[in-house]
């Protein structure tokens, strides 16, 4: 569901995508550097690291650039499909019949709005860019490795794999986890919901602590699950 509005945003997501590109390829560029710098200071050649040392400089001070490039086009991309997102609850909520809307407290339409909204973001846009960045940085390490040390590339592609293989493993706890807190979050909300509309109610009657102790029984219980 998240990579169809992904997909939306096409040219905004390749954008960013080409950034962290741009990015990595420069961060190697500096490590590499580094490393050339290592070497002449055991060679003594003062005008190498000098002009090393002013490479390394300009590539930070450009990488600076790029990060905000990037964190300013992320948020306002995800932005977009959060708007997206609301736009199609909305969507859902209008087509459900009367039976079904009566049938749902209120609270879990907050829920999806609020809380739901924000683990899709964190869950899913966020996540999606940083996969994208973690195959970039394994293609370009591939890359790099194989021709300074093809054992090294061996053990980056065995621990790449096992990554991989154990991510697919526990895929399934994760989903069914997550979405045990999207309930939890629903629970929450409409505990925060009845005990807030009826404050009034309990304080004309002297049971302020009933009101902190319900919401906080529902807090741990939310706490506990996530």
Do not use: P
């Amino acid at each position: 569901i998240m990579l169809s509005f992904i997909r939306s945003y096409k040219y905004q997501n390749v954008f960013i995508i080409m950034l962290l590109l741009l990015q990595n390829l420069l961060l190697l560029a500096s490590t590499l550097t580094t490393m050339r710098m290592a070497r002449l200071v055991m060679d003594g050649d003062f005008e190498g690291i000098v002009a090393c040392m002013i490479f390394v400089i300009i590539v930070y001070l450009t990488l600076h650039f790029l990060f905000w490039i990037y964190d300013v086009q992320t948020a306002r991309t995800i932005a977009h499909m959060n708007q997206d997102v609301r736009a199609s609850l909305n969507r859902q909520i209008i087509e459900r019949n009367a039976e079904e809307l009566n049938g749902t407290d209120t609270g879990e339409y907050i829920s999806w709005y609020t809380n739901d909204l924000k683990e899709a973001e964190t869950q899913g846009f966020q996540n999606f860019y940083s996969a994208v960045d973690a195959v970039i940085k394994l293609t370009i390490g591939i890359a790099v490795l194989a021709r300074i040390q093809w054992k090294l590339l061996i053990c980056t592609l065995l621990t790449s794999g096992m990554v991989y293989v154990f991510s697919h493993y526990f895929h399934g706890n994760v989903e069914e986890e997550s979405g045990k807190v999207s309930k939890g979050w629903e629970t929450f909300t409409q505990a925060v919901k009845e005990q807030v509309g009826g404050v009034h109610v309990l304080k004309s009657f002297g049971h302020e602590m009933d009101f902190k102790e319900n919401i906080q029984t529902a807090s741990r219980e939310l706490e506990r699950q996530r």
